[in-house]
């Protein structure tokens, strides 16, 4: 967590200023960094672990996603528009680190996340992204009840084949109406096939989907939606 862009909360504790010596300190500091890091993944995961068990259909997944996965979900999504970009789905907050990390501006940055515990972790972690809490299946009303009737893109880690297949559609039909031409609807997944396919898709969209990225756990892939109108 918090690598000094300065743009999301570092739960680390301050680090000791002093030392016997300038290299001796700069050691233990990194060590610190590192420890911090590796505690924080871990709090993490035991996080998502326990919402899994109690949760395991909106949860969808035994742990976040790894890095390599969240940077290739950021890495098309637009960082010049001022509409905003909303997240579905954010856990806590590994895309969302990424989105930011790509240069994602917080005030312009939206996360839709069901779950209140999660919420109240992604808000005390990036105090300056807007975190709603509520169902981004229901995307529009969401949206609309925070005032917000277009948007650049969305990036969605949601378990989408927890869902009947009307479902997704509607879900990607409606973030693409809310879209200028070429926003894109981004979506991350497990399984061998798109969550929506091809023929199943509106007129004026496109799909595209990435190699494997066998460096997550498990191994995922990331489809690409987008308004060709
Ligand atoms: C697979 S996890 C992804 C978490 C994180 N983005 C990551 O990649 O590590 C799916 C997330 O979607 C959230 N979720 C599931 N259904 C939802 C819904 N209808 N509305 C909003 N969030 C939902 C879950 O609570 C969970 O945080």
Redesign the pocket.
């Known amino acids: 967590m918090g690598e000094g862009d300065g743009k999301f909360k570092d739960e680390r504790p301050s680090e000791e200023v002093g030392g016997p010596s300038k290299h001796c300190s700069m050691n233990h500091s990194g060590q610190n960094h590192r420890r911090d890091r590796l505690l924080a993944g871990l709090k993490d995961d035991a996080r998502f672990l326990k ?1 899994w068990a109690s ?1 395991p259909l ?4 035994v742990s ?2 790894g890095k390599a996965l ?1 940077e290739r979900m950021a890495e098309t999504v637009d960082i010049q528009s001022d509409l905003p970009v909303i997240e ?5 907050g ?2 969302t680190k990424a989105l930011l990390k790509r240069g994602v501006r917080p005030q312009n940055l939206f996360c ?4 209140p515990d ?1 919420c109240a972790l992604l808000r005390n972690r990036f105090p300056e992204v807007h975190i709603l809490q ?4 229901a995307l529009k009303k969401t949206l609309i009840d925070h005032g917000i009737e277009r948007v650049s893109s969305v990036v969605s ?3 989408l084949f927890t869902r009947p297949v009307a479902d997704r559609i509607k879900l990607i039909n409606s973030a693409l109406s809310l879209m200028p031409n070429g926003g894109e609807f981004i979506q991350f997944s497990y399984a061998l096939v798109p969550p929506v396919k091809t023929q199943e898709l509106p007129a004026g969209s496109e799909l595209t989907g990435s190699p494997w990225i066998m460096l997550n756990l498990p191994p995922a892939r990331v489809w690409r939606y987008k308004a060709t109108r």
């Open positions: 919402n949760k909106t949860t969808g997944a976040p996603s969240t579905l789905g954010p856990g806590t590994a895309v839709v996340e069901f779950n999660f509520g169902d981004a299946y880690s949601l378990p």
